[in-house]
């Protein structure tokens, strides 16, 4: 009976092993996963961009110098005589001077027929009007090289501003081919109203 019991015994512990000891892998459970909710995408803000226009500084233009260089004083009245390259600056960017050279005197141009010459004034305080005279002189023939008088320029200019400096042209009626000249040149400036015709030139032959 103990043999056949001990024998009863170990087949159980034989047998046990072979029952129990595969052990079954737990079989996942599937959980319920709450789904998220869709986090909505907050589109970018796009801000205008505000295009401010700068203002434009504008440089005034720096006032002319004063007194005008190479200008000859007396009291509020400056004069000057051009050289030939500055009268030729000033008449191309002058259409009343531009227009007076371009007289015609027998086919000619007025100042190379007859002697001529020019003056620039300016005023301090402005002129309502201008009163210029000059002498107009040279040898007295071909043959005789002595310097006379030959006639006397007179022009009125129109009104000009304080400080702004115009052109005066003088134009005679004695040959070019003579060697004449324009000299001895005075200008008055007026304050008072005048009747007289603005602009104009007179030209007086000299007797001697």
């Given at each position: 009976?103990?043999?056949?019991?001990?024998?009863?015994?170990?087949?159980?512990?034989?047998?046990?092993?072979?029952?129990?000891?595969?052990?079954?892998?737990?079989?996942?459970?599937?959980?319920?996963?709450?789904?998220?909710?869709?986090?909505?995408?907050?589109?970018?803000?796009?801000?205008?961009?505000?295009?401010?226009?700068?203002?434009?500084?504008?440089?005034?233009?720096?006032?002319?110098?004063?007194?005008?260089?190479?200008?000859?004083?007396?009291?509020?009245?400056?004069?000057?005589?051009?050289?030939?390259?500055?009268?030729?600056?000033?008449?191309?960017?002058?259409?009343?001077?531009?227009?007076?050279?371009?007289?015609?005197?027998?086919?000619?141009?007025?100042?190379?027929?007859?002697?001529?010459?020019?003056?620039?004034?300016?005023?301090?305080n402005g002129c309502?009007?201008?009163?210029?005279?000059?002498?107009?002189?040279?040898?007295?023939?071909?043959?005789?090289?002595?310097?006379?008088?030959?006639?006397?320029?007179?022009?009125?200019?129109?009104?000009?501003?304080?400080?702004?400096?115009?052109?005066?042209?003088?134009?005679?009626?004695?040959?070019?081919?003579l060697h004449h000249?324009?000299?001895?040149?005075?200008?008055?400036?007026?304050?008072?109203?005048?009747?007289?015709?603005?602009?104009?030139?007179?030209?007086?032959?000299?007797?001697?």
């Amino acid at each position: 009976m103990i043999k056949r019991f001990l024998a009863m015994v170990l087949v159980a512990i034989l047998v046990t092993p072979a029952a129990y000891g595969a052990t079954k892998s737990p079989t996942p459970v599937a959980k319920a996963t709450a789904s998220k909710k869709a986090t909505p995408v907050k589109k970018p803000v796009v801000k205008k961009r505000v295009i401010v226009a700068k203002k434009k500084i504008v440089t005034p233009s720096p006032s002319p110098k004063w007194p005008p260089a190479g200008f000859k004083s007396n009291g509020e009245v400056f004069a000057k005589i051009p050289t030939a390259k500055e009268l030729v600056s000033t008449v191309s960017n002058n259409v009343s001077l531009t227009r007076q050279l371009a007289q015609l005197v027998d086919g000619v141009r007025i100042c190379e027929k007859f002697a001529c010459g020019a003056v620039q004034l300016a005023s301090a305080n402005g002129c309502t009007w201008w009163e210029i005279s000059a002498n107009v002189v040279g040898q007295t023939s071909a043959d005789d090289k002595t310097i006379r008088n030959f006639g006397l320029i007179q022009m009125l200019g129109a009104r000009t501003a304080p400080k702004q400096i115009t052109t005066i042209l003088l134009i005679s009626q004695e040959p070019l081919e003579l060697h004449h000249s324009v000299s001895g040149v005075s200008a008055n400036c007026h304050h008072d109203t005048t009747t007289l015709k603005l602009p104009s030139s007179t030209y007086t032959v000299v007797n001697n």
